[in-house]
């Protein structure tokens, strides 16, 4: 997992509760991302964010929000307009966006009760 | 459409066994094509990285192939152990407009080594 935690490991929230993870790195990494897995479906992208203060949408960015006004810091906010929420969320950063290997988070698996 | 397909989706073998996991892909323009490994439950780790111009990679045990002209890459775990029972990920990177590039993930193969 490198120099990027996630935390916590396991959460849940009840229907209609906004809910942050957590994801920080000190690999000095100036590209953070956010992925969804969910079973039988590959990673997909939430959001990204090149620089600080800068961030941008992925492919799957509705119901979700993020902040990054920290180089190190890049938390994802799950907002109750996100349908289906209940996943395994993963945070990756890397030298340059998508350029450069990505480096994994152990991830967070948010449950909605 | 960038897609990436991996096959088996799942194989079993027996530990020591050799076995070969496929990943094609119709992604253009084409950057470079990773293989991760992930462990249940946690993030995935690279494995081996590879441009354009190269056609075999190594990293211990396992040894990454591609061939751009049929857009095809393997991935060869030799000596299977029980700690190589994981899903393995192709990821291929598509050249985008200025200075971007966009990852396509495979669905993965889960792999189950047995004793």
């Known amino acids: 997992d490198g120099g990027i935690t996630q935390s916590p490991k396991y959460l849940f929230r009840k229907e209609g509760q906004n809910v942050t993870l957590s994801c920080e790195q000190n690999?000095?990494?100036?590209?953070m991302y956010w992925y969804r897995q969910d079973p039988g479906q590959g990673l997909r992208l939430i959001y990204y964010?090149?620089?600080?203060?800068?961030?941008q949408k992925g492919d799957i960015a509705e119901g979700y929000s993020v902040s990054r006004e920290k180089k190190e810091s890049f938390p994802l906010t799950v907002t109750s307009a996100q349908k289906n929420p209940t996943a395994f969320y993963l945070c990756?950063?890397?030298?340059?966006?998508?350029?450069?290997?990505?480096?994994f988070g152990p991830g967070t698996r948010l449950t909605v009760l | 459409k960038n897609q990436v397909e991996q096959s088996p989706q799942s194989l079993i073998i027996l530990e020591g066994k050799n076995c070969t996991l496929q990943?094609?892909?119709?992604?253009?323009?084409?950057?470079?094509l990773r293989w991760y490994k992930q462990d249940t439950g946690r993030g995935p780790v690279s494995l081996t990285i590879?441009?354009?111009s190269e056609n075999t990679k190594s990293n211990g045990r396992y040894t990454a192939t591609l061939d751009a002209d049929t857009k095809q890459s393997s991935l060869h775990i030799t000596a299977s152990q029980l700690s190589d029972s994981a899903s393995y990920i192709c990821?291929?990177?598509?050249?985008?407009?200025?200075?971007?590039?966009?990852?396509?993930w495979g669905l993965g193969t889960s792999l189950a080594v047995n004793p």
């Open positions: 990821v291929v990177s598509a050249l985008g407009a200025g200075n971007n590039r966009k990852l396509i």
């Open positions: 990943c094609n892909y119709t992604v253009s323009p084409f950057s470079n």
């Open positions: 990756a950063s890397s030298r340059g966006l998508a350029r450069n290997e990505q480096f």
């Open positions: 690999l000095n990494h100036d590209a």
């Open positions: 590879m441009t354009f």
């Open positions: 964010s090149q620089i600080v203060n800068d961030f």
